[in-house]
């Protein structure tokens, strides 16, 4: 790649599908280079928590999530791509967005690991929707408190999207649905779903009641409903609450809900994963649904 050592200078991205345009492309040198500050230690939670939210920041990480990012209406602040890849953008119309393209070299040591998948972009954030405005387009969401794992979080988004859920509802202790982990397992399904935090906690969970929803609670506890055998009016509007991996759902929130469900297990198993449970209730929840 053209590009003086300052990296000044900018190379060129190839010309765009259909268009007679290139994109300029600066070459970063130096993984220390202020331009690329965002990606910065990509891999440490604790420091990306308080940089990203508190700035309106997110990162996208691969090609297919960068793209769904920006089909969600996500404004671009920048992209960072590997130099040998940089034609993997080459198609979008960047406008401002600065493209920054750097070796693998550079790019590990900048983000903390490998970038196998070769692209990264910084987005800034949308305003979130008041739990009351989610509510109101929907007629099935899934709630979650305290999940905080960002692997169960994507996971759980992806299947919300797919199994024809409307909206996600969180406690305030749950993890960032837009953290680039999170983002990166949901396939960018984030994007495509409205969500919303619920709080007070658990006091809130009233207001979704007030909405005409049936708060089902899930757990594995002896007199829990088989999610199969839920009545008709159960299921109309659901609101399905799911609790973290292990603990479960606390007291106050199935105090707060309207009918303990289950998912029937065998052979001694007690539960699912948190994500996997969430799918399988959701389908059977939507499985009469049109398609």
Same mark, same amino acid.
């Given at each position: ?118 692209? $990264? ?8 929707? /008041?739990? +009351?405005?989610?509510? !109101?387009?929907?007629? %099935? =969401? *899934? @709630? ?95 609101? $399905? ?8 759902? /606390?007291? +106050?929130?199935?105090? !707060?809900?309207?009918? %303990? =469900? *289950? @998912? ?28």
């Amino acid at each position: 790649m053209a590009g003086d050592a300052s990296g000044d200078r900018p190379d060129r991205l190839g010309t765009g599908t259909g268009q007679n345009r290139r994109v300029p492309v600066h070459e970063i040198t130096d993984p220390d280079d202020e331009r690329i500050a965002d990606y910065r230690a990509l891999t440490d939670v604790e420091l990306r928590t308080r940089w990203e939210p508190p700035h309106g920041l997110f990162i996208a990480e691969g090609e297919l999530v960068l793209r769904r990012a920006l089909r969600a209406g996500y404004p671009a602040r920048s992209y960072l791509v590997d130099a040998k890849r940089a034609d993997q953008l080459a198609d979008l119309d960047t406008g401002d967005t600065p493209v920054y393209a750097a070796t693998q070299q550079v790019l590990e040591k900048a983000t903390g690991f490998h970038v196998h998948r070769g692209v $990264l972009g910084s987005f800034h954030r949308k305003p979130l929707p /008041t739990a +009351a405005e989610v509510l !109101a387009d929907a007629r %099935r =969401v *899934v @709630i979650l408190e305290d999940v905080n794992n960002h692997t169960n979080l994507g996971a759980i988004f992806r299947a919300v999207a797919a199994l024809g859920v409307d909206a996600v509802l969180l406690s305030p202790t749950c993890a960032d649905p837009l953290y680039r982990r999170s983002v990166r397992v949901s396939m960018g399904e984030v994007f495509a779903i409205p969500y919303a935090k619920l709080e007070p906690w658990p006091g809130a969970l009233a207001q979704v009641r007030a909405a005409g929803f049936t708060v089902l609670a899930m757990t594995p506890a002896p007199d829990a409903v088989p999610i199969q055998r839920l009545t008709a009016d159960q299921r109309a509007r659901s609101a $399905l609450l799911m609790g973290a991996e292990g603990a479960g759902l /606390t007291r +106050a929130a199935m105090d !707060a809900s309207d009918v %303990r =469900v *289950v @998912i029937p297990m065998r052979r001694g198993v007690d539960s699912l994963n948190v994500a996997a449970a969430t799918a399988v209730a959701c389908w059977e929840l939507g499985r009469d649904d049109p398609l």
